[in-house]
């Protein structure tokens, strides 16, 4: 979530991020939206990937349901104004991490 969604958060935030969020006026509705956008392809991709070169099975439909909840939990929490608390940059990898142990917990 952090390599594929944060980054270009920030990239496509800044550039096209006009509206704010209500709740944290440094992020916007651009910048979240390519957040779940982006981190949800790279994490799809990442375990077709490793789907494809045998390293286990999925199926695909209820992977596919629980990366989506996994990269909106990940963004909800991306767009948090807590920064002064804890960074996104801890904050998002640690409850991507406890949302996909129990997401995908068989």
Known sequence: MMCGGDGIAD??????GSRK???N????????????????????????????L???QLDWVSTVERVALVSFIATMVESLP????VDDNISVPLVSMVVASLAFAY
């Open 25 to 52: 006026e440094q992020k916007s509705w651009a910048g979240s939206l390519s957040m779940f956008v982006l981190g949800f392809l790279v994490s799809v991709g990442m375990l077709y990937y490793f789907s494809a």
């Open 11 to 16: 990239i496509v935030g800044r550039r096209f």
């Open 82 to 85: 807590i920064t002064g608390m």
């Open 21 to 23: 969020l209500p709740y």
């Open 54 to 56: 045998g390293y286990f």
